[in-house]
């Protein structure tokens, strides 16, 4: 039944005299049926259009929605009723399940088009035609048709499960029935694209297909799964009972191994939910906080779940904020670096300095890496801001003494790109003049994680360079001796943890600091400790063999126009024994220096 009765004065043959240039199909048709018939008034142009399986629209100038047959509904999947008299373009396209923003875009530029000079524009967008008509009455007809291809398929050809256009549908009906109180759930895969980069596509491929069928032999009839993207799937629930025990259950399941393509794959999975109408009434809403919940389940520590909570929305709106800030910052150059010296136990002279990121925000003040490289790494800043700091540090250390290296900090994030990381690395060298054998490059246990053989091949290759590779926070990762026999490492730098715990009563941290030292000295690697404080931590560091300590009881981090005070301190005469009178720099020692000083370091 069609919603808008068509009123008598507007028949296709006035839309055929109207338009010079016709509308192929459609006239042809109508001026058939009106040969037929011998009048017309029975084949509004609804119904032409529909017969013919385009949709149809018509706007009355400035006023919007006149008249949208059922095909016009259809082909842009707005839910149930169709939208009221009056609603304008812009307003009944964003109610177009298939058409996203930048679709939508370019259907109002060419609507916008027929302002203009143009009686009629077309325009293709989502899969479909969309050809504009301005008729003699000053209204404006729009006919869709789709497009050929399987735009209009609601399944996914790699799993067969409905895909993120058929999902979105489904997910408005159901929003829309009375009383419903639909659940919605947001699932991420874990590590997949580890998974892809390693082992293919077509094993990723493969992976995604058992992924499904896991998820399906779950879940009850009713219950609709679909792939909404690349490693993205989603469940729509009529309800909320036992959601939590399933999401539980999902966790788990996806979380056993895959036996695929003769490859065992480990991944988890993350999900968010979204209760209706509690979070939201509307699929927008309700998508975008599932969306939340699921990067809070992400954010901590992957395989699991959580619900949406308000605060949610207040977090998002800081880490937006936070976002806009650091994109501006690498425009406007605000990072800077300050310098922790690392002091050599057997000369008592510094021997190198360690280069740390700071952000000095312009109402915040010195804002700590701890709060802005995981964003940077998760927005893909990290790779910009690496390089700059790589280009910074090999600066200012030329203009130190030839035998004081530099260490920088490197994220995994870079290691992801180890020819970009290679150009970075070679770029600073060459621009500053320092020889590689002068830089030291600090990796996390994490580095070593995802795929070795290529970060194995970019680490021999700075190493060829002649530049120094550390393995920092020795121990805190869940491998590490393994870590050491991947490479030979220049240095192992003992996590300041170790050194805290040098000094508490029954703790095992002495034991621990021993054998990791003498590990690594066996393995002819330079043993550093981290974190060092006090005096009795450092001279227990050097009974046990360790080579260098870093940390507050040398100096905190100091700005680079401090380096030469205090290496004129410490290391009065090149080359010669610490001057007698050359004390620590205490610095501020109740302060303790966080593990995220570091620029890529992660607790
Ligand atoms: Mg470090």
């Known amino acids: 039944m069609n919603p808008f009765p068509t009123p008598r004065s507007e028949r296709p043959a006035c839309l055929a005299a109207s338009s010079r240039q016709g509308l192929g199909r459609l006239v042809a048709v109508a001026g058939g049926m009106k040969r037929r018939a011998g009048r017309i008034a029975a084949a509004p142009v609804e119904e032409v259009l529909e017969a013919l399986g385009e949709g149809a629209l018509l706007l009355d100038p400035g006023r919007g929605l006149a008249r949208a047959n059922d095909a016009a509904g259809r082909l842009l999947g707005w839910p149930g009723k169709p939208p009221r008299r009056g609603t304008g373009l812009a307003a009944l396209l964003r109610r177009a399940a298939r058409l996203d923003a930048a679709q939508r875009r370019r259907i109002l530029a060419c609507a916008a088009a027929l302002q203009g000079a143009a009686d009629a524009a077309e325009c293709e967008a989502g899969g479909l035609i969309l050809r504009f008509r301005r008729l003699a009455s000053g209204q404006t007809l729009i006919v869709l048709a789709a497009t050929a291809g399987d735009e209009q398929a609601p399944r996914d050809p790699l799993t067969g499960l409905a895909n993120r256009r058929a999902f979105h549908t489904s997910l408005t009906a159901a929003l829309a029935r ?159 670096l300050h310098y922790q010296p690392q002091l050599d136990l057997a000369s008592g002279r510094l021997v190198g300095f360690e280069a740390l990121l700071r952000w000095a925000h312009p109402t915040r003040g010195m804002v700590s890496p701890g709060e802005f490289v995981p964003l940077a790494e998760e927005i893909g800043l990290i790779i910009p801001i690496g390089a700059w700091v790589l280009r910074e540090a090999c600066r200012e250390a030329l203009r130190w003494p030839e035998d004081i290296t530099i260490a920088v900090n490197v994220s995994p994030l870079q290691f992801e790109d180890g020819p970009g990381l290679i150009r970075a690395v070679q770029g600073a060298l060459a621009a500053s003049g320092l020889p590689g054998c002068r830089l030291e490059i600090e990796i996390t246990e ?158």
Request: hydrophobic share 40%; no cysteine.
């Open 178 to 336: 009375p009383g419903a109180s639909p659940v919605l759930l947001l699932l991420d895969l874990d590590r997949f694209k580890h998974i892809n980069d390693s082992l293919g596509h077509p094993v990723g491929d493969a992976l995604l297909r058992l992924v499904a069928e896991r998820l399906r032999g779950r879940l009850r009839a009713e219950d609709l799964l679909a792939r909404i993207g690349g490693d993205e799937f989603a469940i729509l629930l009529e309800h909320a009972d036992g959601v939590a025990g399933l999401a539980e259950r999902l966790v788990e399941l996806l979380g056993r191994p895959y036996l695929v393509e003769g490859h065992l794959a480990n991944i988890g999975v993350s999900i968010g939910i979204a209760l209706a109408p509690t979070d939201a009434g509307d699929p927008e809403t309700l998508l975008r906080r599932a969306d939340l919940a699921l990067y809070e389940a992400k954010a901590e520590g992957r395989r699991g779940f959580r619900f949406f909570r308000p605060d949610m929305d207040i977090r998002a709106q800081a880490r937006r904020t936070l976002e806009t800030d650091l994109r501006r910052a690498v425009a406007l150059d605000q990072f800077t």
């Open 446 to 603: 994490g580095v070593l994680l995802h795929d070795r053989k290529e970060t194995l091949e970019t680490l021999h290759r700075l190493r060829a360079m002649g530049v120094h590779i550390a393995m920092d926070d020795f121990g805190t990762g869940y491998s590490s001796l393994s870590q050491l026999r991947s490479f030979p490492f220049d240095k192992i730098k003992i996590d300041r943890s170790f050194a805290t715990q040098i000094e508490a009563e029954g703790g095992s941290g002495k034991a621990l600091v021993r054998a990791i030292t003498a590990i690594g000295a066996s393995l002819g690697m330079t043993v550093t400790v981290e974190g060092v404080e006090t005096d009795v931590q450092a001279r227990f560091v050097d009974d046990s063999g360790g080579h260098q300590i870093q940390g507050y009881l040398v100096s905190r981090p100091i700005p680079p126009e401090f380096i030469r005070a205090l290496l004129a301190r410490h290391n009065p005469h090149p080359g010669g024994p610490p001057h007698a009178g050359g004390q620590p720099h205490t610095g501020e020692l109740g302060k303790k220096s966080s593990l995220q000083d570091n620029l890529g370091s992660r607790a």
